[in-house]
T-cell receptor, first 111, second 115 residues
Framework: QKEVEQDPGPLSVPEGAIVSLNCTYSNSAFQYFMWYRQYSRKGPELLMY????GNKEDGRFTAQVDKSSKYISLFIRDSQPSDSATYLCAFDTGTASKLTFGTGTRLQVTL | DVKVTQSSRYLVKRTGEKVFLECVQD?????MFWYRQDPGLGLRLIYFSYDVKMKEKGDIPEGYSVSREKKERFSLILESASTNQTSMYLC??????????????FGDGTRLSIL
């Protein structure tokens, strides 16, 4: 079993839709949870960073963590064509220097 | 804003060449990382460094070495390039606050082709 599972997509939605992106994980030691956005031919950009179960909101983005189910989600409200990118989930135990990444979900928001 | 700069966006080299990829960060971060990113495999950690002249192997160090002579600069070296090292290479840096490393910030990558 992979340590992190993330559906690669592509996920295609119309402009204005609510998008739900998800990752499941198996390592109970993960304490910090991140979402990165990566545009084509660019490096990943940190979107959301959280360390507890529950929701964290930043503008149109909401990160949700459910540690009991080992499941994290990123919701995008009122999606825009500029949200078209690959979204990577990432995990940190807090005791090691390295992150564990999902393989990314490619999102396409159409006009 | 954190700035992580990779010296080349695109690079073409031949098999057997020694290849240097350079990365510089401007935020005085303690930690620096080298990843490669391949379709379907995601980001895989090659090496990282948490201090000057310190280095740690990541998940796929074979065929690579690194150098960190100054805090702001972290170099990845392909000792003898092979075609299976054709990939996107990403550098990242992060600060340490207390005992915990903060999230990593990435450069825009170097797309390396080995012919």
């Amino acid at each position: 079993q992979k340590e992190v599972e993330q559906d690669p997509g592509p996920l295609s939605v119309p402009e204005g839709a609510i998008v739900s992106l998800n990752c499941t994980y198996s390592n109970s030691a993960f304490q910090y949870f991140m979402w990165y956005r990566q545009y084509s031919r660019k490096g990943p950009e940190l979107l959301m960073y959280t360390y507890s179960s529950g929701n964290k909101e930043d503008g149109r983005f909401t990160a949700q963590v459910d540690k009991s189910s080992k499941y994290i989600s990123l919701f995008i409200r009122d999606s825009q064509p500029s949200d078209s990118a690959t979204y990577l989930c990432a995990f940190d135990t807090g005791t090691a220097s390295k992150l564990t990444f999902g393989t990314g979900t490619r999102l396409q928001v159409t006009l | 804003d954190v700035k992580v700069t990779q010296s080349s966006r695109y690079l073409v080299k031949r098999t057997g060449e020694k290849v240097f990829l350079e990365c510089v960060q401007d935020m005085d971060h303690e930690n620096m990382f080298w990843y490669r990113q391949d379709p379907g495999l995601g980001l895989r950690l090659i090496y990282f460094s948490y201090d000057v002249k310190m280095k740690e192997k990541g998940d796929i160090p074979e065929g690579y070495s690194v150098s960190r002579e100054k805090k702001e600069r972290f170099s990845l070296i392909l000792e003898s390039a092979s075609t299976n090292q054709t990939s996107m290479y990403l550098c990242a840096s992060s600060p340490t606050v207390g005992s915990h490393n903060q999230p990593q910030h990435f450069g825009d990558g170097t797309r390396l082709s080995i012919l």
